[in-house]
């Protein structure tokens, strides 16, 4: 490639960029403004963000620079909101978007998975769980995708028998704890479901980059260790069937 063809994509990427950090400003504005008027409307809030093919279409042959930016504004908006109510209603569409102009882009569906199911509810353990899947075709032989699943399936969705089958997929995977295969066993024995929360998060502890989301992990690891489980685990997590 010549000097001058180098230096005019350069410059056709910079001005993708550009348009693109303008686009996503507006739409920042747009979703603060829609967010004071009608804080409760979260549906209608989520039609201001960008969807991924948009930007793809709008990127012209960027859809990495996109991913990026998109990436950036998805890091400020989870730190915003770690920082005050610890509520991420806009995150899994956020990094569904991310992912889709950038599948290969690992980080986000690990970071979405970690997040989603460690501070939210039954309702964000199935968007993480979507999101994990969508990472999971593009690494299949990434043993932590199934691990996080079996967290969901096992926290979220009290499902112990589906989350030991994901755990014993991700213990056949290279790199995998030693450890899963004993604790895919132990998952669906009544008496040792505090000790498989403990473990998972831990688990998920250790694969946790960002300090927000490994501090709030470390919080339910201390507050299990002091009995102190939330309402909708106290009976799934000690055996019991909910009445």
Known sequence: MT???RQGRGGARAA???ALVAALAGQALAQRAFERAW??????QQLYIPSGRHLKAFAVGFPDVAADLLWMRAIGYYG??????REYPWL??????????????????????IVLAVEGTRATGEQS???LRKGMIQYPGDWRFPFYIGFDCFYHLQDPERAAAYMRYAASLPGSPEYLPRLAASLTVESGRVEAAIRFLETLAEGARDESARASILQKIEDLRAGRTPESLRNFLSGRRAQ
């Open 3 to 5: 000097t001058s063809a």
């Open 80 to 85: 915003g909101h770690a920082l005050t109510d």
């Open 39 to 44: 804080p409760e409307r979260t549906f209608e």
């Open 16 to 18: 993708v960029a550009l």
């Open 92 to 113: 899994h569409n956020i990094l569904d978007q991310v992912t889709n102009l950038d599948p290969a882009f690992r980080f986000p569906y690990l970071f979405g998975g």
């Open 129 to 131: 769980i979507a999101l």
